[in-house]
């Protein structure tokens, strides 16, 4: 199951402007997690494992504050339904919220939906898109040794987002990323640089709307490939720290 749930908050005390990606994540794995399952915590918190989820910055829209956590492993979402359903105060980093609602509704929230992984796959399949853009919601930037580079180069994008997928759907691609990267152009965009500040350490990073468009010369299981990757990318995030707010992204058909 792939489950984007919104959660919506009402301010009762305290500064949102001082809440961080580190928060929400320390929020995520101290309380909603450990409440819920702490050998799940620690699962999730060993190294270099694969992380099944995406959780982003806090915003306000409407006089109402909101977050989002992205999952596609069920434990992940029954932990996130159950403390939602038993707490209705929420802190973060000194402010005190009560809970509004939470949704997974896409008519609610643009960011928010919950979708069976077969069905998801048959959505993509009937939806291929030869162009389309994407919405990078939050600062993004990837990791290339040392250095971060704030650009969307597709064979960073589409690396980053395969290696969140889940085992059933990279085998459902029957493809490595590596074969899809010279089929996808970057072909426009309208971005713009941001130091981003709200990770530890500032990191350069960018925002806005890219449009790519997929080579004729792709065969039609690649051309569902890559839109199903580029899909999954409102689940997984791209780039580095999207555990902690930073490359929140949607896939669409318009620029």
Request: glycine share 4%; hydrophobic share 35%.
């Given at each position: 199951m792939l489950t984007s749930q919104v959660i919506f908050l009402k301010l009762k005390s305290g500064n949102p402007e001082n809440i961080n990606g580190s928060h929400i994540h320390g929020l995520f794995f101290k309380e909603i997690l450990k409440n819920y399952d702490t050998s799940l915590a620690d699962y999730l918190h060993q190294p270099n494992m694969p992380k099944a989820f995406s959780l982003s910055y806090i915003y306000q829209d409407y006089g109402l504050y909101w977050f989002r956590i992205a999952s596609w492993m069920r434990d992940i979402a029954d932990a996130v339904f159950s403390y939602f359903n038993s707490n209705f105060e929420i802190i973060l980093n000194n402010c005190v919220?009560?809970?509004?609602k939470t949704?997974?509704?896409?008519?609610?929230?643009?960011?928010?939906?919950?979708?069976?992984?077969?069905?998801?796959?048959?959505?993509?399949?009937?939806t291929y898109k030869d162009i389309f853009r994407l919405e990078h919601f939050s600062p993004t930037s990837f990791k290339n040794g040392d250095s971060h580079i704030p650009l969307p180069m597709p064979e960073f994008i589409i690396k980053s987002i395969y290696k969140q997928m889940p085992l059933s759907m990279q085998e459902y691609l029957q493809t490595e990323p590596e074969l899809l990267i010279k089929f996808i152009q970057l072909k426009e965009h309208r971005i713009y640089s941001v130091y981003n500040r709200k990770n530890h350490?500032?990191?350069?990073?960018?925002?806005?709307?890219?449009?790519?468009?997929?080579?004729?010369?792709?065969?039609q299981q690649e051309k569902e490939a890559i839109w199903t990757i580029f899909r999954f990318a409102f689940y997984s995030g791209i780039g580095v720290k999207t555990t902690q707010g930073m490359g929140m992204c949607r896939a669409s058909d318009s620029f």
């Amino acid at each position: 199951m792939l489950t984007s749930q919104v959660i919506f908050l009402k301010l009762k005390s305290g500064n949102p402007e001082n809440i961080n990606g580190s928060h929400i994540h320390g929020l995520f794995f101290k309380e909603i997690l450990k409440n819920y399952d702490t050998s799940l915590a620690d699962y999730l918190h060993q190294p270099n494992m694969p992380k099944a989820f995406s959780l982003s910055y806090i915003y306000q829209d409407y006089g109402l504050y909101w977050f989002r956590i992205a999952s596609w492993m069920r434990d992940i979402a029954d932990a996130v339904f159950s403390y939602f359903n038993s707490n209705f105060e929420i802190i973060l980093n000194n402010c005190v919220f009560e809970l509004a609602k939470t949704s997974t509704d896409n008519k609610e929230s643009y960011w928010a939906n919950r979708i069976n992984i077969n069905n998801f796959l048959d959505e993509s399949k009937n939806t291929y898109k030869d162009i389309f853009r994407l919405e990078h919601f939050s600062p993004t930037s990837f990791k290339n040794g040392d250095s971060h580079i704030p650009l969307p180069m597709p064979e960073f994008i589409i690396k980053s987002i395969y290696k969140q997928m889940p085992l059933s759907m990279q085998e459902y691609l029957q493809t490595e990323p590596e074969l899809l990267i010279k089929f996808i152009q970057l072909k426009e965009h309208r971005i713009y640089s941001v130091y981003n500040r709200k990770n530890h350490g500032a990191i350069t990073s960018f925002e806005g709307k890219t449009r790519w468009q997929i080579d004729k010369k792709a065969s039609q299981q690649e051309k569902e490939a890559i839109w199903t990757i580029f899909r999954f990318a409102f689940y997984s995030g791209i780039g580095v720290k999207t555990t902690q707010g930073m490359g929140m992204c949607r896939a669409s058909d318009s620029f």
